[in-house]
């Protein structure tokens, strides 16, 4: 096996970590790491994301159709749980906890009484190719594109969008933004909606490649808020760089000794983080560059 | 069972008589209780609420042709969650609260592990009707599920055979997981083959590409996968879109959690799987069982093989219970000692073996196809849980209430 074939491993393998992570993350890095709700029903959102795109699908749409109707779907699902729920628990965080607990547990059973307790998956498409001695899933290079996409998507709207500028200034300073004529109310909704709609996305894109459960969610939650947490509280300049650390280490340490030292390392990469860098990564980079 | 009570007062009414009401409800007082402890949520309730199901079925029909003994089953179900501490405290509840009589309990093995020390403390009895990696040899249990020697014993020579001697193991990071693996391992050397690489993958991860690199690099004939849970099945698919194309061999997929009704074709093609029941098997008794379950429970998306051991396992305890004429463990245990207990279940004659009250079971090898149809290359009758009593385990003569592996087999006295 030559050199090539094992860059390409690597950064493959990368890729795939990479994506994972920052799929999972990007939805709760807007609700968690910049609204500071802490939502336990993000797994939930993704779940919800990823069924209303199989049953799209297998009502005849596209599957990239599909993703879209997933992702709709979960952020009217966002502003309809704001409305009814998080917009009562703003200044009391750690009720948000209880609430959004509660929301899963509801979501979770819900589902599995009214829908059952699979649901038929809907295939991956593209196939696959080979490099050297491996063979590869295409679906899964897309995966990562669209995980870079989306970071660029989020970077564009909370930076050059006036929505964006008024969603910053609304959560850093609610009082000084609703005297200046914002809507403040309104803009909650939206960067909740924003969030839940993203969890949806990843939910929708991970969809052909899992098994859909009512519990599916679970397994996103973990890698989720440990991306967030070391990422701090700017979604692009947290998210990114720390699904980047976290995917080297975890794809290193998979590759070297399986999947249980994967997530040994995966967890030990995070207490070291959050033990040098308390404010996350992006509290690092912003405080370098002020 | 109160309309029952009321059709009786009725009748009683009717007939002028108030004996028939009067003894159809001292026998609704004095029923035989049943606790049912089964995940019907969490990560195993697709493979497990089917039990549940098969359970409620057996009791119904039992109930309506005059119960065991003239007494009425009932039941005494809680959902353990997929939750080893649920387990725990449940058991504890049905044991010491309700007081049944008999307690049908368990899925994965980490469970039966977590409650059966409980089982033992209060001197309880209980039925662990699932396929496992074998080896309890307790007193309190009887199994009804297949064991490793007779799904392994069968499997593991017959795709060696076909595909070649190289063999990679994919296995759930847990007890079930890890001795399964062992008997995997001792398996392939006894037949001269060799183990190309094995990996353990902890329970609820659902991301597999490096695990299907890995697979691609140790170059095996086949891979034997023993993974369990809903997020664990999505290895098929990822392993399908990266065009592993490795022939499959499995204790429990298919059989459990029919991964080949989930996951599009042809993501599970060239699966094989050992299992003593699964809906597709082509006999009257099969066909008559799967029939009434579903006039039962339309929308039940599988039968599985744990369903048909529940089933079968209900009225297995009925005929223990009728021939001893009680419901005392110590009593039933007299009769099982007999070594004729025995009856036509859907998959075939089973029976069980005194020495490790294990049962013995047709073995069917079920092979998925390209478009996931299911054939059956070949059938093994009456295959018998024997590597426990050869070992050593004899629970006619001592309880030891532990579990053994090969590796650490019972003490030779």
Redesign the interface.
């Known amino acids: 096996m030559d050199i090539a074939t094992h860059v390409f491993?690597a950064f493959?393998?990368f890729g795939?970590?990479f994506a994972?992570l920052v799929l999972s993350a990007c939805g709760l890095a807007v609700i968690f790491g910049m609204m500071g709700v802490i939502n336990l029903a993000h797994g939930e959102f993704i779940m919800c994301g990823a069924y209303v795109t199989a049953a799209t699908v297998h009502a005849g749409l596209p599957l990239p159709l599909g993703i879209l109707a997933g992702t709709i779907v979960s952020a009217l699902v966002g502003v309809l749980v704001e409305l009814a729920v998080i917009r009562h628990l703003y200044d009391r965080p750690l009720d948000t906890i209880v609430a959004t607990w509660g929301l899963s547990l509801i979501a979770?059973?819900g589902t599995?009484i009214m829908v059952?307790?699979?649901?038929?998956?809907?295939?991956?498409p593209?196939?696959?190719f080979?490099v050297g001695?491996?063979?590869?899933?295409?679906?899964?290079i897309v995966l990562f594109c669209a995980a870079l996409g989306v970071l660029a998507a989020l970077y564009a709207l909370f930076n050059w969008t006036r929505f964006g500028v008024l969603a910053r200034a609304t959560i850093q300073v609610p009082h000084m933004a609703a005297a200046l004529g914002v809507d403040t109310r309104l803009i909650y909704s939206l960067t909740f909606a924003c969030g839940a709609g993203l969890a949806g996305l990843a939910g929708g894109l991970y969809a052909?490649?899992?098994?859909?459960?009512?519990?599916?969610g679970?397994?996103f939650i973990m890698e989720a808020f440990v991306t967030v947490v070391i990422g701090g509280a700017d979604v692009f300049l947290g998210t990114a760089p720390a699904g980047g650390v976290l995917a080297v280490v975890k794809?290193a340490m998979?590759?070297w000794q399986?999947?249980?030292f994967?997530?040994i390392g995966l967890l030990v990469a995070v207490i070291i983080v959050v033990r040098v860098l308390p404010k996350g990564i992006s509290g690092f980079v912003l405080r370098e560059r002020t | 069972m109160s309309k029952s009570v009321l059709r009786g007062l009725r009748a009683a009414a009717l007939t002028g008589t108030l004996v028939l009401g009067s003894t159809l409800a001292h026998a609704a007082e004095n029923p035989i209780k049943l606790g049912v402890l089964e995940d019907q949520?969490?990560?195993f309730?697709?493979a497990t609420?089917g039990k549940v199901h098969a359970i409620q079925l057996a009791a119904d029909e039992i109930n309506k042709a005059g119960g065991i003994m003239g007494r009425p089953l009932e039941l005494v179900t809680y959902d353990t969650q997929s939750d080893n501490t649920r387990y725990q405290e449940f058991m504890r509840r049905v044991l010491q609260r309700d007081k049944v009589d008999v307690v049908f309990a368990g899925f994965s093995s980490a469970s039966r592990e977590a409650y059966r020390p409980i089982v033992d403390q209060f001197n309880g009895f209980a039925f662990y009707n699932n396929q496992y990696e074998g080896g309890v040899c307790d007193g309190h249990m009887i199994v009804t599920g297949a064991v490793p020697e007779q799904q392994f014993s069968t499997l593991i020579p017959y795709m060696m055979e076909k595909y070649g001697k190289n063999v990679y193991t994919l296995a759930a990071?847990y007890n079930f997981g890890q001795i399964s693996a062992e008997w995997v391992r001792k398996i392939v050397k006894e037949n001269g083959g060799k183990m190309a690489g094995e990996?353990?993958?902890?329970l609820?991860?659902?991301?597999f590409?490096?695990?299907i690199?890995?697979i691609?690099?140790a170059k095996p004939d086949f891979v034997v996968t023993l993974l369990v849970g809903?997020?664990q099945?999505?290895y098929y698919?990822?392993a399908?879109?990266?065009?592993?194309n490795l022939p499959m061999a499995s204790s429990v997929n298919v059989g459990q959690g029919y991964e080949h009704?989930?996951?599009?074709p042809p993501?599970l093609k060239d699966m094989y799987v050992t299992t003593n029941y699964i809906e597709e098997i082509d006999s009257p008794k099969s066909k008559e069982f799967y029939a009434k379950f579903k006039a039962r429970f339309p929308?039940e998306?599988y039968v599985n093989q744990e369903a048909e051991n529940s089933y079968l396992a209900v009225y297995l305890y009925k005929q223990m219970v009728e021939r001893a004429k009680s419901t005392k463990r110590e009593e039933i245990r007299k009769v099982i000692a007999l070594g004729d207990v025995c009856m036509d279940a859907p998959e075939g004659k089973v029976c069980i073996d005194p020495k490790s009250q294990h049962m013995s079971h047709t073995i069917y090898l079920a092979k998925v196809g390209a478009d996931h149809s299911i054939s059956f290359p070949k059938t093994w009758e009456d295959i018998k849980p024997y590597w426990l009593g050869e070992a050593g385990c004899d629970l006619t003569k001592k309880d030891p209430m532990a579990q053994y592996t090969p590796s650490n087999p019972p003490p030779k006295p």
């Open positions: 491993s493959y393998q795939d970590a994972f979770t059973q599995l059952g307790s699979t649901m038929a998956g809907v295939g991956t593209f196939g696959s080979q001695d491996y063979s590869y899933s295409i679906y899964r052909p490649t899992m098994t859909l459960v009512p519990t599916m679970a397994t794809s998979t590759s399986g999947q249980l994967g997530q | 949520s969490g990560d309730a697709a609420i990071d990996e353990f993958i902890p609820g991860v659902s991301q590409s490096q695990s690199q890995n691609q690099k809903t997020a099945a999505s698919e990822q399908a879109s990266a065009n592993v009704k989930r996951f599009k993501s929308s998306p």
